[in-house]
């Protein structure tokens, strides 16, 4: 069973970075599509970045230009950097791997003055 654990998330101020971290527990981590997913207040969760296990990316329209997905597989870490933030991109992010139906236990991005 592969477990995930995001980190990197807190609060920043409009127009500012961040970069999330997700480590696997297992070296097969390599093979998977991975995604990262946000969760705001009362709204549902939503896909905002992934990345296959050969590199190739993709966003959803709100984050493209701004984030950037990536994976380092020898450290069976995936990386979400958020750059020029915006107050409506305040949520939980979350990791997923969807071959196995695991997902972090999420960390808080919060943009404010």
């Known amino acids: 069973q592969v477990q995930l654990v995001e980190s990197g998330g807190g609060l920043v101020q409009p127009g500012g970075s961040l970069r999330l971290s997700c480590a696997a527990s297992?070296?097969?981590?390599?093979?998977?599509?991975m995604d990262w997913y946000r969760q705001a207040p009362e709204k549902q969760r939503e896909l905002v970045a992934t990345?296959?296990?050969?590199?190739?990316?993709d966003y959803e329209d709100s984050v493209k230009g701004r984030f950037t997905i990536f994976r380092d597989n020898a450290k069976n870490t995936i990386y979400l950097q958020m750059n020029s933030l915006k107050p409506e991109d305040t949520a939980v992010y979350y990791c997923?791997?969807?071959?196995?139906?695991?997902w972090g236990q999420g960390t808080q991005v919060t943009v404010s003055s």
């Open positions: 997923y791997a969807p071959a196995v139906n695991e």
């Open positions: 990345i296959t296990r050969n590199g190739a990316t």
């Open positions: 297992q070296s097969i981590f390599a093979f998977y599509t």
